[in-house]
């Protein structure tokens, strides 16, 4: 047959779409289908293109997910994520806040009764959750370009959950009864005697003092925590209502805040007053919540685009922006990635995490409050 010079031009283009077209039918390369018979054969369920996640997604159209993000997040990332997968035709999203929520999810799910896809789970009670993790090697996945998630949010050992934001704390103070440069520039600071008899709140819960585990060891961190408490500080519960107290007058500082909390704070500060200081090391929870598909989840396919879609730079200036300030440190451009630039860190990373509880217990020893009698 002749071929013409029109023939050849369109035969050159069928061959460069051919060469551009997904690779769905294609055979996985060597190395791809290594670490998939690698991931099964320690249980995991591994992909080897993104194109057979989405036809499976396809299939089910839906999703449920329970997280504790506030609402403002749920409208801005659903409309996202459908605009991505339009075939999802009905998103819904259930608010878990607080530990007793998180406790009752965590019944519903080891009776068989849970009905949600997602859950996004607090370190406080996270170790629980993780056998009920649908064995995705996200991992794995990500590594190999499958999924588009940074690997760093990845939980490097299970593998199957990620963590979608990070937080640091910081000293938030009142300018009108502390100067800036009376603020303690490090955490031995608050220890100088110009501090003692309440001259600052500590939360008696020790979620802001156990994020410096990482950098000085939990048995300087235990020691400092009962010097703490020898300074007689004023104590508070709750770290919106202890910040709050510092935005009100109330007190001119604080021992540490969230740092997204202090953010949202002062954005409904009329005077200027309240303000912050980060002490170094920072105390940084890498991963502030672990995110996973659960192993009953009736649309689990759609589900690990969720969470792939949680992780994109897109997301993420969502949830920076609505939570606000949360986005994970391995996201380019979020609030905290820039806050911690250049800074020493005492970074609570996945292994951390998994011992937050057992830190949280004896420091809180540590402050020595008195026990109940127990009645016999």
């Known amino acids: 047959m002749r071929i013409t010079g029109l023939n050849k031009?369109?035969?050159?283009?069928?061959?460069?779409?051919?060469?551009?077209?997904?690779t769905h039918g294609l055979a996985a390369s060597p190395d791809l289908q290594k670490a998939k018979q690698e991931a099964e054969a320690k249980g995991y369920i591994f992909f080897t293109t993104h194109d057979e996640i989405?036809?499976?997604?396809?299939?089910?159209?839906?999703?449920?997910?329970?997280?504790?993000?506030?609402?403002?997040?749920?409208?801005?990332?659903?409309?996202g994520f459908k605009q991505k997968y339009a075939f999802v035709s009905?998103?819904?999203?259930?608010?878990l806040q607080g530990h007793e929520a998180f406790q009752r999810y965590l019944l519903e799910i080891k009776s068989g009764q849970a009905k949600g896809d997602v859950v996004l789970v607090s370190p406080s009670v996270g170790g629980e959750y993780m056998p009920y993790m649908m064995k995705y090697d996200i991992l794995g996945m990500a590594k190999h370009g499958?999924?588009?998630?940074?690997?760093?949010?990845?939980?490097?050992?299970?593998?199957?959950?990620?963590?979608?934001?990070?937080?640091?704390?910081?000293?938030p103070y009142n300018r009108k009864l502390i100067s800036e440069d009376k603020v303690?520039?490090?955490?031995?600071?608050?220890?100088?005697?110009?501090?003692k008899g309440?001259?600052?709140?500590?939360?008696i819960s020790p979620t802001d003092v156990v994020p410096l585990v990482p950098a000085w060891g939990l048995e300087k961190t235990v020691d400092f925590a009962g010097k703490i408490a020898a300074q007689q500080p004023a104590w508070g519960s709750g770290g919106t209502r202890t910040t709050s107290a510092i935005l009100a007058g109330e007190h001119p500082l604080l021992f540490g805040s969230a740092y997204n909390t202090v953010k949202r704070l002062m954005m409904r500060d009329p005077t200027g007053n309240f303000s912050y200081k980060i002490v170094e090391p920072v105390p940084t929870l890498i991963v502030d919540d672990a995110t996973g598909v659960l192993h009953?989840?009736?649309?689990?396919?759609?589900?690990?685009?969720w969470l792939e879609f949680l992780a994109s730079p897109e997301a993420q200036?969502?949830?920076?922006?609505?939570?606000?300030?949360?986005?994970?440190?391995?996201?380019?451009?979020?609030?905290?990635?820039?806050?911690?630039?250049?800074?020493?860190?005492?970074?609570?990373?996945?292994?951390?995490?998994?011992?937050?509880?057992?830190?949280?217990?004896?420091?809180?020893?540590?402050?020595?409050?008195?026990?109940?009698?127990?009645?016999?």
């Open 146 to 171: 499958v999924l588009k998630i940074h690997p760093g949010m990845i939980h490097p050992v299970r593998r199957n959950v990620i963590g979608i934001s990070s937080a640091i704390t910081v000293v």
């Open 90 to 95: 009905d998103i819904s999203v259930e608010e």
């Open 317 to 376: 200036e969502i949830i920076d922006k609505h939570e606000p300030f949360i986005a994970s440190v391995f996201t380019p451009g979020s609030a905290i990635a820039h806050e911690i630039r250049g800074k020493k860190l005492s970074a609570v990373d996945w292994n951390h995490v998994d011992k937050f509880i057992g830190y949280r217990e004896k420091i809180f020893a540590a402050y020595g409050f008195p026990k109940a009698d127990k009645k016999k």
């Open 296 to 305: 009953t989840a009736d649309h689990p396919h759609v589900a690990l685009l």
């Open 54 to 79: 989405v036809a499976m997604a396809k299939k089910e159209g839906k999703l449920r997910v329970d997280n504790r993000l506030n609402s403002p997040n749920y409208k801005p990332l659903i409309n």
């Open 198 to 203: 309440k001259k600052f709140i500590v939360n």
């Open 184 to 195: 303690p520039a490090t955490w031995e600071d608050f220890l100088k005697p110009e501090f």
């Open 9 to 22: 031009i369109v035969v050159s283009f069928g061959l460069l779409l051919l060469m551009l077209a997904p």
